[in-house]
C-alpha cells in the first residue's frame, strides 16, 4: 500500500511538471535550438563510417553576483551573465564507444548568445557536432587498435543506458541586492583593521543562478534551477617563529537566504579575525600519537574528504602497452575491493540522499532532484550496520555495478561524468552525549600513559592554503611514499587531564585514509551540518576548478582510538620589518 501511494504521489508530480504536448517546452529558444539541431545531428555519418550512436547538448545559462572586500575597502564587485553549452557525441555503442581511452578528448565548450538568438545556437551546436563527430570516429579507431594489443581487456561497456525522462521546472528569476551585499561585505572585512596581527584578510560573496537544460537523443529533456550561494572568510598570520597560520568560514547554501547578513556576518569575520590571532601567538606542536576527537565541524570535513577517495571509483582508461601511463595514473578506489564488507564500526551507517532539502533547520546544499546527466536522483545506502553496499554512480558504469543512481554531477577525465557526494549522512546506532567523548578520551589518554589528547575542531576543507604550503605538503607526500592523507588541520588543542584546553599550530596528518574509520571508537549525539564547495577530488581546493557543486556532510563528532600527527615541514620567513600602519576598526 505504501509503495503505491508513493508511486501515484511520484505520478502525479511528473505529470505536473512535464508538459502534454511539445508546444510548451519549445516556446524555450534554447531548448527548441537543442531539440531541432539534435534532429538534424542524428543523420550524421561520413561516408560508410558509423553513425553517433549517442548525442546530447546542455546548456548552462548562469548568472552571478561576486563581491570582496579588504580591510572596509571593496576590491571587487561585479555581475555577469554566461550560457555554456557543451556537446557530447558517442560513436560505437553503449558496450564500446570512444570516451574512456587516452586518445578521449573532454566535450567541447562554447558560449551561446545572451539574445536568444536561435540562428545563431543552431550554428555553434551544428559546428561542435560535426568537429566532435569526426573526432570520435578517430578515436574508436584508437581505441580499438590499442584493445587489440591488450591480452585481458576490461569489458566493462561504457556508457549505461538511461530511461528517458522529462522534467521542466519553471525559470528562477535571478534577484541580489547588489547594494546592500556590498555593504555588509565591506563592514565584515573591516573587523580585520582593529586586529594588526592578522596580515592577510579577506570577506568574499557570491551568489549564482544557473538554469541547466539538457537533451539528448535518448529522448531525455531536462530544465531544472541550479542556484548556489556562499561565504567565504579568509585569515592568515605569521607567528613569532615566521611559520604561516590561516585560517577560515564558510557558508554555503542553495539560496543568500541561507548565509549570514549585516551583524551576523560581521560577527563572522570578528570569530576568524580572533582566532587566527590566537594561532599566531600559539605554542608549535610536537608530534603526536594517540586518540583524537574530531569534533562537529572538523569530523564532517574529515569524512568529506576521505570519503569522496572512496565512494567514487574512477575508472582507468585504455591505452597501449607501451604508453607513457605514469601521466595517466588514477588512484584506486581505497573500498574498490571492499563492497559486502566491513569498512566501519557495525554500529555506523551511512546513506546519500540529494533529495532531502534541510536537516534540523539548515538548508542542505546538496540538494538536488536530477544530476547533470538527465538521471532522477536517488537516495543510496553506502554503509549499513558498518558494511560497504555500493559507490554513488554516474552513467559511466564500473565494474561489478549496475548504472547510475542519479549521482553524475560533475565533468570527468576521457569523456566522462564523475559522480559527486550529494548529500551524505553519517548516523550512529548507539551515540553518547558531547561531553562524555571528552571524557572516554582523557581516559584513554591515561590509559596509554600519555600527557594529554588531541581535538581537532577544523581541517583546511576545501584548502585556503597558499602555494607555499602546497609546495610544502607535495614534499611531504612524496617523502611518505604519496600515501594518502588529510589535509591540514587548522584549529588544534591539546585536552589535559585536568579538563583546559590549549591552541596549537604547526601539526599534519601522518597517512589517514577510510581504512581508519575501522578506529572510530563512539561518535555523539550531536550531528554538525557541513555545506562544502566540492570539486571532486579528495585534496578539494578552494576555487582551483570551474566546475563546481555543493554538497553538504551531516556527522557527528568521532573519537578515534588512535591517530598519529606530526610537525608540519616549514622554514618560515622573516617577520615584517616594520609593523603595519594604524587602522581604526568598524564604521
Given at each position: 500500500m505504501r509503495i503505491a501511494a508513493v508511486c501515484v504521489l511520484l505520478a502525479a508530480l511528473l505529470s505536473a511538471t512535464v508538459p502534454s504536448d511539445s508546444a510548451s517546452w519549445q516556446k524555450d529558444v534554447q531548448l527548441r535550438a537543442m531539440a531541432d539541431e539534435l534532429a538534424r545531428s542524428k543523420t550524421l555519418q561520413l561516408n560508410t563510417l558509423e553513425k553517433p550512436y549517442f548525442i546530447q547538448y546542455?546548456?548552462?545559462?548562469?548568472?552571478?553576483?561576486?563581491?570582496?572586500?579588504?580591510?572596509?575597502?571593496?576590491?571587487?564587485?561585479?555581475?555577469?551573465?554566461?550560457?555554456?553549452?557543451?556537446?557530447?557525441?558517442?560513436?560505437?555503442?553503449?558496450?564500446?564507444?570512444?570516451?574512456?581511452?587516452?586518445?578521449?578528448?573532454?566535450?567541447?565548450?562554447?558560449?551561446?548568445?545572451?539574445?536568444?538568438?536561435?540562428?545563431?545556437?543552431?550554428?555553434?551546436?551544428?559546428?561542435?557536432?560535426?568537429?566532435?563527430?569526426?573526432?570520435?570516429?578517430?578515436?574508436?579507431?584508437?581505441?580499438?587498435?590499442?584493445?587489440?594489443?591488450?591480452?585481458?581487456?576490461?569489458?566493462?561497456?561504457?556508457?549505461?543506458p538511461a530511461k528517458a525522462v522529462q522534467i521542466l521546472e519553471p525559470e528562477r528569476k535571478f534577484e541580489?541586492?547588489?547594494?546592500?551585499?556590498?555593504?555588509?561585505?565591506?563592514?565584515?572585512?573591516?573587523?580585520?583593521?582593529?586586529?594588526?596581527?592578522?596580515?592577510?584578510?579577506?570577506?568574499?560573496?557570491?551568489?549564482?543562478?544557473?538554469?541547466?537544460?539538457?537533451?539528448?537523443?535518448?529522448?531525455?529533456?531536462?530544465?531544472?534551477?541550479?542556484?548556489?550561494?556562499?561565504?567565504?572568510?579568509?585569515?592568515?598570520?605569521?607567528?613569532?617563529?615566521?611559520?604561516?597560520?590561516?585560517?577560515?568560514?564558510?557558508?554555503?547554501?542553495?539560496?543568500?537566504?541561507?548565509?549570514?547578513?549585516?551583524?551576523?556576518?560581521?560577527?563572522?569575520?570578528?570569530?576568524?579575525?580572533?582566532?587566527?590571532?590566537?594561532?599566531?601567538?600559539?605554542?608549535l606542536a610536537e608530534d603526536y600519537s594517540g586518540p583524537v576527537l574530531f569534533e562537529g565541524e572538523a569530523a564532517a570535513e574529515m569524512m568529506a574528504q576521505v570519503l569522496t577517495d572512496a565512494l567514487v571509483v574512477r575508472r582507468k582508461p585504455v591505452a597501449p602497452p607501451n604508453a607513457n601511463t605514469a601521466a595517466i595514473q588514477i588512484p584506486a578506489s581505497v573500498w574498490a575491493t571492499r563492497v559486502n564488507s566491513k569498512v566501519?564500526?557495525?554500529?555506523?551507517?551511512?546513506?546519500?540522499?540529494?533529495?532531502?532539502?534541510?536537516?534540523?533547520?539548515?538548508?542542505?546544499?546538496?540538494?538536488?532532484?536530477?544530476?547533470?546527466?538527465?538521471?532522477?536522483?536517488?537516495?543510496?545506502?553506502?554503509?549499513?550496520?558498518?558494511?560497504?553496499?555500493?559507490?554513488?554512480?554516474?552513467?559511466?558504469?564500473?565494474?561489478?555495478?549496475?548504472?547510475?543512481?542519479?549521482?553524475?554531477?560533475?565533468?570527468?577525465?576521457?569523456?566522462?561524468?564523475?559522480?559527486?557526494?550529494?548529500?551524505?549522512?553519517?548516523e550512529a546506532a548507539s551515540p553518547v552525549p558531547e561531553a562524555e567523548l571528552r571524557t572516554k578520551m582523557l581516559e584513554k589518554v591515561k590509559a596509554a600513559g600519555l600527557k594529554y589528547g588531541l581535538i581537532v575542531r577544523r581541517i583546511d576543507f576545501p584548502s585556503t592554503a597558499a602555494f607555499s604550503d602546497l609546495q610544502s605538503m607535495a614534499l611531504q607526500a612524496r617523502q611518505s611514499g604519496y600515501s594518502r592523507t588529510l589535509n591540514q588541520p587548522l584549529l588544534v588543542?591539546?585536552?589535559?587531564?585536568?579538563?583546559?584546553?590549549?591552541?596549537?599550530?604547526?601539526?599534519?596528518?601522518?597517512?589517514?585514509?577510510?581504512?581508519?574509520?575501522?578506529d572510530i571508537d563512539a561518535a555523539s549525539d550531536k550531528p554538525y551540518v557541513l555545506n562544502y564547495m566540492n570539486n571532486g577530488s579528495s585534496l578539494n581546493l578552494l576555487d582551483a576548478s570551474s566546475a563546481l557543486v555543493g554538497s553538504s556532510v551531516v556527522c557527528p563528532s568521532l573519537l578515534f582510538d588512535n591517530v598519529e600527527l606530526t610537525r608540519a615541514e616549514n622554514d618560515g620567513d622573516l617577520p615584517p620589518a616594520v609593523p603595519p600602519p594604524a587602522l581604526t576598526g568598524g564604521e
Amino acid at each position: 500500500m505504501r509503495i503505491a501511494a508513493v508511486c501515484v504521489l511520484l505520478a502525479a508530480l511528473l505529470s505536473a511538471t512535464v508538459p502534454s504536448d511539445s508546444a510548451s517546452w519549445q516556446k524555450d529558444v534554447q531548448l527548441r535550438a537543442m531539440a531541432d539541431e539534435l534532429a538534424r545531428s542524428k543523420t550524421l555519418q561520413l561516408n560508410t563510417l558509423e553513425k553517433p550512436y549517442f548525442i546530447q547538448y546542455v546548456s548552462e545559462d548562469s548568472e552571478g553576483v561576486t563581491i570582496s572586500a579588504d580591510l572596509g575597502g571593496l576590491t571587487h564587485s561585479s555581475r555577469f551573465h554566461v550560457r555554456r553549452p557543451s556537446v557530447e557525441v558517442r560513436v560505437g555503442d553503449y558496450a564500446l564507444d570512444d570516451t574512456n581511452s587516452i586518445f578521449s578528448t573532454s566535450r567541447q565548450l562554447g558560449l551561446f548568445p545572451l539574445d536568444d538568438d536561435y540562428g545563431a545556437m543552431r550554428t555553434i551546436l551544428w559546428r561542435t557536432t560535426d568537429a566532435l563527430y569526426k573526432s570520435a570516429l578517430n578515436q574508436i579507431t584508437q581505441k580499438r587498435n590499442a584493445l587489440r594489443e591488450i591480452a585481458d581487456p576490461d569489458k566493462t561497456p561504457d556508457l549505461a543506458p538511461a530511461k528517458a525522462v522529462q522534467i521542466l521546472e519553471p525559470e528562477r528569476k535571478f534577484e541580489v541586492d547588489q547594494s546592500a551585499w556590498e555593504g555588509w561585505v565591506r563592514r565584515a572585512s573591516s573587523r580585520f583593521a582593529s586586529h594588526p596581527e592578522v596580515m592577510r584578510s579577506s570577506v568574499q560573496f557570491r551568489a549564482f543562478g544557473s538554469t541547466y537544460r539538457l537533451i539528448n537523443s535518448e529522448g531525455t529533456i531536462v530544465r531544472i534551477p541550479q542556484p548556489l550561494a556562499t561565504v567565504q572568510v579568509r585569515a592568515s598570520s605569521r607567528a613569532g617563529d615566521g611559520r604561516r597560520v590561516w585560517n577560515h568560514a564558510f557558508v554555503i547554501g542553495l539560496d543568500t537566504s541561507a548565509l549570514p547578513k549585516s551583524d551576523e556576518l560581521a560577527g563572522l569575520a570578528q570569530t576568524v579575525a580572533v582566532e587566527t590571532e590566537s594561532l599566531a601567538k600559539a605554542p608549535l606542536a610536537e608530534d603526536y600519537s594517540g586518540p583524537v576527537l574530531f569534533e562537529g565541524e572538523a569530523a564532517a570535513e574529515m569524512m568529506a574528504q576521505v570519503l569522496t577517495d572512496a565512494l567514487v571509483v574512477r575508472r582507468k582508461p585504455v591505452a597501449p602497452p607501451n604508453a607513457n601511463t605514469a601521466a595517466i595514473q588514477i588512484p584506486a578506489s581505497v573500498w574498490a575491493t571492499r563492497v559486502n564488507s566491513k569498512v566501519v564500526p557495525e554500529w555506523l551507517t551511512a546513506f546519500d540522499d540529494p533529495l532531502a532539502d534541510s536537516y534540523a533547520g539548515v538548508q542542505l546544499a546538496g540538494h538536488y532532484r536530477m544530476d547533470d546527466e538527465g538521471v532522477p536522483a536517488e537516495r543510496v545506502s553506502v554503509i549499513e550496520k558498518g558494511t560497504f553496499k555500493g559507490f554513488l554512480l554516474s552513467r559511466q558504469p564500473v565494474r561489478n555495478a549496475g548504472g547510475s543512481n542519479g549521482h553524475g554531477r560533475l565533468p570527468g577525465p576521457f569523456g566522462s561524468e564523475l559522480a559527486a557526494v550529494g548529500n551524505l549522512f553519517i548516523e550512529a546506532a548507539s551515540p553518547v552525549p558531547e561531553a562524555e567523548l571528552r571524557t572516554k578520551m582523557l581516559e584513554k589518554v591515561k590509559a596509554a600513559g600519555l600527557k594529554y589528547g588531541l581535538i581537532v575542531r577544523r581541517i583546511d576543507f576545501p584548502s585556503t592554503a597558499a602555494f607555499s604550503d602546497l609546495q610544502s605538503m607535495a614534499l611531504q607526500a612524496r617523502q611518505s611514499g604519496y600515501s594518502r592523507t588529510l589535509n591540514q588541520p587548522l584549529l588544534v588543542y591539546r585536552l589535559w587531564p585536568d579538563g583546559h584546553e590549549e591552541l596549537v599550530r604547526g601539526l599534519r596528518f601522518r597517512e589517514f585514509s577510510a581504512k581508519d574509520l575501522r578506529d572510530i571508537d563512539a561518535a555523539s549525539d550531536k550531528p554538525y551540518v557541513l555545506n562544502y564547495m566540492n570539486n571532486g577530488s579528495s585534496l578539494n581546493l578552494l576555487d582551483a576548478s570551474s566546475a563546481l557543486v555543493g554538497s553538504s556532510v551531516v556527522c557527528p563528532s568521532l573519537l578515534f582510538d588512535n591517530v598519529e600527527l606530526t610537525r608540519a615541514e616549514n622554514d618560515g620567513d622573516l617577520p615584517p620589518a616594520v609593523p603595519p600602519p594604524a587602522l581604526t576598526g568598524g564604521e
